[in-house]
């Protein structure tokens, strides 16, 4: 059996940004998210995803 020391609960931006910077730490973390896909439910929220710069 497995001992898993570190759980990041969540796969948005946060949960993979946490789950990459313990990657250095030994054991590795294990990353739960309760949709089938990594970025949590945000891409569920929005029809488009475009970015807005005042620069052209």
């Known amino acids: 059996m497995e001992h898993i020391e ?7 931006q946060s ?3 946490a ?3 313990l990657l250095r730490r030994r ?6 998210e309760a949709s ?9 929220h929005y029809d488009s995803l475009t970015l807005f710069s005042p620069v052209r």
């Open 15 to 17: 949960g993979l940004a």
């Open 27 to 32: 054991p590795r973390p294990v990353a739960l």
């Open 19 to 21: 789950a990459h910077a």
């Open 6 to 12: 570190t759980t990041v609960i969540g796969n948005g």
């Open 36 to 44: 089938g896909r990594a970025a949590g439910p945000w891409p569920h």
